[in-house]
């Protein structure tokens, strides 16, 4: 996997693979992250959320893993399939601030 | 259930105009935000919306501003376009100020500044 940093990384994948995305995040007050998935043409889609007083979540063939001494966030995707092809974007909700910090996004490319 | 909906999906402005998209929340939901995301940028925030005022407003200048109906749609306006504003502009409707509850994302308005 790639870390977001100040461009668009991308994060190729063979079909039925596992794949990580990382995130570093910004805030040590944030106590609420979430993944999204965009595919184009269409708005951020939910996919898991973890809470700070977690270090993992896991979902459908997805899991989350928080380490709040980095401040460093991944997503697991298991078993990649093309249909997982998107952007995928980190963001943290700090609760008084009212809205969501994105981080700049991985884009997931996954080869048949 | 229509989720959030936006109008128009695309939009071509000529630079130094204004322009108004509109957004309609998912059902049940009172609250509206507002996101602009650039080009192979993550989406920022720009200002929320809660009982017909803006409660929350990201770093954006006044050219940006908006305004919530009664029935909870929302509209946001930007004055004296420039190139620069040219970007997917996102609506999110949620339940409760501050809350993330049932945040929804819409698919977007498409600005093209020329």
């Known amino acids: 996997g790639e870390s977001v940093g100040l461009h668009l990384p991308t994060l190729s994948v063979q079909e039925g693979d596992n794949s990580i995305i990382n995130c570093a995040y910004s805030n040590s007050a944030s106590d609420y992250f979430i993944w999204y998935k965009q595919e184009s043409g269409k708005g951020p889609q939910f996919i898991i959320d973890?809470?700070?007083?977690?270090d993992k979540r896991q979902g459908q063939r997805v899991t989350v893993l928080l380490n709040k001494t980095v401040k460093h966030l991944s997503l697991q995707i298991a078993a990649t399939q093309p249909g997982d092809s998107a952007v995928y974007f980190c963001a943290e909700w700090g609760g008084s601030q009212g809205n969501l910090i994105f981080g700049k996004g991985t884009k997931l490319s996954v080869k048949p | 259930d229509a989720g959030v909906t936006q109008s128009p999906t695309h939009l071509i402005k000529t630079r130094g105009q204004q322009v108004t998209l509109r957004c309609s929340p998912k059902?049940?939901?009172?609250?509206v935000s507002w996101y602009q995301q650039a080009l192979g940028q993550g989406p920022q925030f720009i200002f929320q919306y809660y009982e017909e005022e803006e409660r929350q407003r990201g770093n954006f200048p006044d050219r940006f501003s908006g305004h919530q109906f009664p029935n909870y749609s929302s509209e946001l306006n930007v004055n004296a376009l420039l190139l620069g504003d040219s970007a997917l502009y996102l609506c999110?409707?949620?339940?409760?100020?501050?809350?993330?509850?049932?945040?929804?994302f819409g698919s977007g308005t498409r600005l093209t500044v020329v």
């Open positions: 973890i809470r700070s007083n977690m």
């Open positions: 059902s049940g939901h009172d609250t």
């Open positions: 999110a409707s949620s339940l409760g100020w501050g809350s993330l509850s049932g945040y929804t």
